[in-house]
T-cell receptor, first 116, second 115 residues
Framework: NAGVTQTPKFRILKIGQSMTLQCAQD?????MYWYRQDPGMGLKLIYY???????DKGEVPNGYNVSRSTTEDFPLRLELAAPSQTSVYFC???????????????FGPGTRLTVT | KQEVTQIPAALSVPEGENLVLNCSFT??????LQWFRQDPGKGLTSLLL?????REQTSGRLNASLDKSSGRSTLYIAASQPGDSATYLC??????????????FGQGTILTVHP
């Protein structure tokens, strides 16, 4: 299994441009998450999904959109990029089942985005 | 709103020392707590997960404890090695029907183990 994969690894965007960060997992996990990590800080949740067709906002959703058309893929869309969106973006997934799931999350390697 | 704090922010120790990393959280109504390791430029690797009903978990040289009532967790690393150098992140899952496993992270402790 490849686990959680993210593309691209690095990207530089100009202010106002748009792009999609790709995330895929091959573990048949039902839950998926997007986080951002700013320098010297912990991760903050942007959006999450509990299954195909179901998404919801996290702590810092402004400026982002997501979709979940399949179990495997969870792309993150940035519209009108701003310098404040310069960050490292991590995608994660977990398999949630049973009465007392752990929700343990498995993370991708991240996408480093710079907006100038 | 849950807040997670990690102390110290950075730690530098000689090889072989036993060390303790601290994590505190403001809302004791947690579901579980997870410790992660992050190497520079890499993603997060899960080290230990402690359910709210547990007091500690062990994996090799790592031992994590949880005191839910006081809002604290510690990660103990025995006989540290240079390969343990990384950032260690503590993250908490709140209890509650709509939490969907969302994690609240601390800012991390940067550990350097020198030979």
């Amino acid at each position: 299994n490849a686990g959680v994969t993210q593309t691209p690894k690095f990207r530089i965007l100009k202010i106002g441009q748009s792009m999609t960060l790709q995330c895929a997992q091959d573990m048949n996990h039902n839950y998926m998450y997007w986080y951002r990590q700013d320098p010297g800080m912990g991760l903050k949740l942007i959006y999450y999904s509990v299954g195909a067709g179901i998404t919801d906002k996290g702590e810092v959703p402004n400026g982002y959109n997501v979709s979940r058309s399949t179990t495997e893929d969870f792309p993150l869309r940035l519209e009108l990029a701003a310098p404040s969106q310069t960050s490292v973006y991590f995608c994660a997934s977990s398999y949630v089942q049973g009465a007392v799931p752990t929700y343990e999350q498995y993370f991708g390697p991240g996408t480093r985005l710079t907006v100038t | 709103k849950q807040e997670v704090t990690q102390i110290p922010a950075a730690l530098s120790v000689p090889e072989g020392e036993n060390l303790v990393l601290n994590c505190s959280f403001t809302d004791s109504a947690i579901y579980n707590l997870q410790w992660f390791r992050q190497d520079p430029g890499k993603g997060l690797t899960s080290l230990l997960l402690i359910q709210s009903s547990q007091r500690e978990q062990t994996s090799g040289r790592l031992n994590a404890s949880l005191d839910k009532s006081s809002g604290r967790s510690t990660l103990y690393i025995a006989a540290s090695q240079p390969g343990d150098s990384a950032t260690y992140l503590c993250a908490v899952r709140n209890a509650g029907g709509t939490s969907y496993g969302k994690l609240t992270f601390g800012q991390g402790t940067i550990l350097t183990v020198h030979p």
